[in-house]
């Protein structure tokens, strides 16, 4: 016997089988501990934005893309506020413009802000979206995502209660991972990437992996959304949105802000792709989750809500026997994640 087996054979003593009810029962409590949590911090969220000295408000992310959207409707700048202007969160010492994303996500909410029902369908997609990538991660990942779940309830809590684009981006890479091998999910990088920027990071994976047709796609996709969104907000803006960046501070919880080095988030994005494309070949998940960490953490605006991408770390479990049983039946075989085809139990 090797050590291997006795390990597995003294862990199996400490953690004998539960009986099918006890075992749903368990799984049951997991996922209510999962939302109990984030609804907790969303509500906590909500206390603080609520309070009369502060100048936040509930879902001002969703608020602030919402004015983005009526800026370019009206004709207005849209990295400069103008009488008229919807009135935008003002965060001194930390960013200066009224929009802290580039021009594509103004473009988007154009048509959003030109309908009385725009703004509140945002919101509601940002709930649907986040919660059934979460639920979906908790229920086919099963304990590694009910964890890592349980460990980003405030970024969660968070992401629901501002209502930003990230809270599409966890959906986004599991959806990376699943069809990893088409070639549209380089359309996903890219249209990622126009919003958020440091996306951009898992092209490295797609180098690494050799997956060519997956990078032509994003390139493609890249400059169709460049000329889109510019023709939709003016080619200047893109100018303008360059000028803005010198006048943003990292915040704390990015690495720029947590070493004082202004360069540091920005190193730690080359040096995810590089990696990422290094061990792509021969580590193909290590590849793919070090892409995700880079576009994740490789950013100097991260904020709490941000790092619910992380949850999709999980993706690879997806399919490999791991995911929570809620029925009383026999146990239905694991997976291969590659393959599909059944895995035969050990003798």
Same mark, same amino acid.
């Given at each position: ?185 380089? &359309?996903?990088? +890219?249209?990622? !990437? #126009? ?5 951009? %990071?898992?092209?490295?994976? =797609?180098? *690494? $992996? ?87 953490? &490789?950013?100097? +605006?991260?904020? !709490? #809500? ?5 949850? %999709?770390?999980?993706?690879? =479990?997806? *399919? $490999? ?27």
């Amino acid at each position: 016997m090797t050590s291997t087996d006795r390990l597995r054979e003294t862990f199996a003593g400490w953690n004998p089988p539960v009986s099918p009810r006890i075992r749903v029962v368990l799984n049951v409590m997991l996922v209510g501990l999962v939302v109990a949590t984030a609804l907790l911090w969303v509500n906590a969220n909500f206390d603080v934005y609520n309070k009369p000295d502060n100048a936040m408000e509930p879902f001002i992310d969703a608020t602030t893309y919402l004015a983005a959207g009526e800026r370019l409707n009206a004709g207005h700048d849209l990295y400069r506020l103008q009488p008229g202007d919807r009135p935008v969160l003002e965060w001194p010492g930390l960013y200066s413009a009224p929009l802290l994303s580039p021009p594509p996500i103004a473009v988007l909410w154009r048509p959003l802000a030109a309908v009385g029902w725009g703004y509140v369908a945002w919101v509601a997609a940002t709930w649907v979206v986040l919660w059934a990538t979460i639920l979906f991660l908790v229920f086919r990942a099963g304990l590694w995502a009910v964890f890592l779940a349980a460990i980003l309830c405030h970024a969660i809590g968070e992401q629901l209660a501002v209502g930003n684009a990230n809270a599409f981006m966890p959906a986004v890479y599991v959806l990376l991972w699943r069809f990893r091998d088409r070639a549209w999910i380089g &359309g996903l990088i +890219a249209v990622a !990437a #126009s919003i958020k920027l440091a996306p951009i %990071a898992m092209a490295g994976w =797609l180098i *690494g $992996t050799r997956r060519w047709r997956a990078l032509a796609a994003t390139v493609v996709t890249g400059v169709v959304v460049f000329v889109v969104a510019g023709l939709g907000a003016g080619f200047h803006s893109y100018v303008e949105y360059l000028g803005t960046l010198g006048g943003n501070t990292p915040t704390p919880l990015s690495l720029s802000g947590q070493t004082d080095i202004p360069w540091a988030s920005y190193a730690l994005l080359a040096g995810g792709v590089l990696i990422a494309i290094a061990i792509g070949r021969r580590y193909p998940t290590a590849s793919w989750a070090i892409a995700l960490l880079a576009s994740v953490l &490789g950013t100097p +605006a991260l904020y !709490a #809500s941000g790092l619910v991408s992380l949850l %999709a770390l999980t993706a690879p =479990l997806v *399919g $490999t026997g791991r995911e929570l049983r809620f029925g009383l039946g026999r146990t239905a075989p694991a997976e291969d994640p590659a393959t599909g085809v059944a895995i035969a139990p050990a003798r």
